[in-house]
């Protein structure tokens, strides 16, 4: 296996030159940077970042944790923050947890043994994950979360603004001429999903609406239980919703699954609305009206303040918190008025 000796020789310059090519940590000539990586190339040369990483106490990786990865949403995320690893020379571990908290548990610890220089977290959604969450960045690991923001933990931050993307969506039902709007949820122990809530709220109140408890449906994140409350409430109800806004996508493919399975049609009988964009919504007829998060650069903009806090030394700074606008993409599931006329509208 080639040293950094070799390679310093090869290129003609010193052991430091190389050091400070391959970390980027000194300003080196454009001549001798290229030099360096030439001889790099050619002796296929792979620092050993364990053994710079006991001598700098920096391991140059950085670790993310995910609930899933087979949901879509999460995977963007994933990338966003790939993106700008990649950008300032950092390494990225990604783990899952199968929103398991044992889980979440287990990959925390384990980056922490890895020694990363600090964590992107979408947490699990119970509110057991908190004291795992302050004590990593207690030890001094900087924690950023994203999407999913645990309540109390004062941490950097980046996700969608929930509330205001939430309330354009209900405001986009009630200009439809809705005014029995129901909500389904994910578990409200999560900040989003409170936040999508209040959003609710909001646009009720705005549209001199009184909020109704029967037409708020508290669920957890799992496709079926969300079908099952979804088929319950609507049976149930003696005076049906006419529009529904779910505020995640695995509940909207349940609520739908739900809809369905009542024998009901959007936009004919209900219409829907769902937060996140469906992965499968081009099998869907009528195509589905939804809140479309910004996946990617909340992975982005969360890499690089975990970052900017990592170089700048600033562990005692106030946290950032990061907001980001959907964008709500109309389509036809939601374009149907209570009262049977399907008015123009104006895209947001």
């Known amino acids: 296996m080639p040293t950094i000796r070799e390679v310093a020789r090869l290129a003609g310059v010193s052991v430091g030159t190389v050091s400070h090519v391959i970390s980027n940590s000194v300003p080196v000539s454009e001549e001798l940077t290229a030099r360096v990586n030439s001889a790099i190339r050619a002796l296929d040369y792979h620092p050993n970042h364990i053994a710079r990483s006991l001598k700098t106490s920096q391991s140059r990786t950085l670790g993310i ?11 963007r995320v994933v990338r966003g923050a790939e993106s700008a690893v990649w950008e300032h020379d950092y390494s990225l571990i990604t783990l899952t947890t ?11 610890s ?17 509110r057991g994950s908190i004291p795992d969450v302050r004590r990593a960045a207690e030890s001094g690991i900087p924690v950023v979360c994203l999407d999913r923001i645990p309540p109390g933990i004062d941490v950097d931050s980046a996700c969608t603004d929930n509330c205001a993307a939430s309330e354009a969506c209900v405001e986009h039902l009630i200009a439809m001429g809705h005014r029995r709007v129901a909500i389904l949820t994910g578990l409200l122990s999560v900040k989003n999903e409170q936040q999508r809530l209040r959003g609710y709220r909001l646009a009720l109140r705005k549209a001199g609406l009184d909020y109704d408890p029967d037409l ?7 496709e079926e239980e969300a079908a099952q409350l979804c088929q319950e409430r609507l049976v149930a109800s003696t005076r049906r919703p006419t529009a529904l806004f779910t505020t995640n996508g ?14 009901l049609k959007c936009p004919d009988d209900i219409a829907f609305v769902t937060f996140d964009e469906l992965v499968v919504d081009d099998l869907f007829e009528p195509r589905i009206t939804t809140l479309v998060q910004p996946a990617y650069q909340i992975g982005y903009r969360g890499a690089e303040a975990l970052i900017q806090r990592i170089q700048a030394g600033l562990s005692k700074a106030p946290p950032v918190a990061i907001r980001l606008p959907g964008e709500l993409r109309i389509r036809e599931s939601s374009l149907f008025r209570s009262d049977g006329g399907i008015p123009t509208f104006r895209s947001r």
Do not use: E
């Not at 199968?98 to 925390?108: K, V």
């Open 65 to 75: 944790i995910i609930p899933n990865i087979t949901i879509h949403f999460f995977p």
């Open 110 to 126: 384990l980056l922490r043994s890895k020694r990363v220089d600090g964590i992107l977290l979408i947490s699990v959604s119970g």
């Open 250 to 263: 695995v509940v909207g493919l349940g609520a739908l699954r739900g809809i369905y399975a009542c024998g």
């Open 98 to 108: 199968d929103d398991d908290l044992a889980r979440q548990n287990g990959a925390i």
């Open 216 to 222: 708020v449906w508290v669920g957890s994140f799992h």
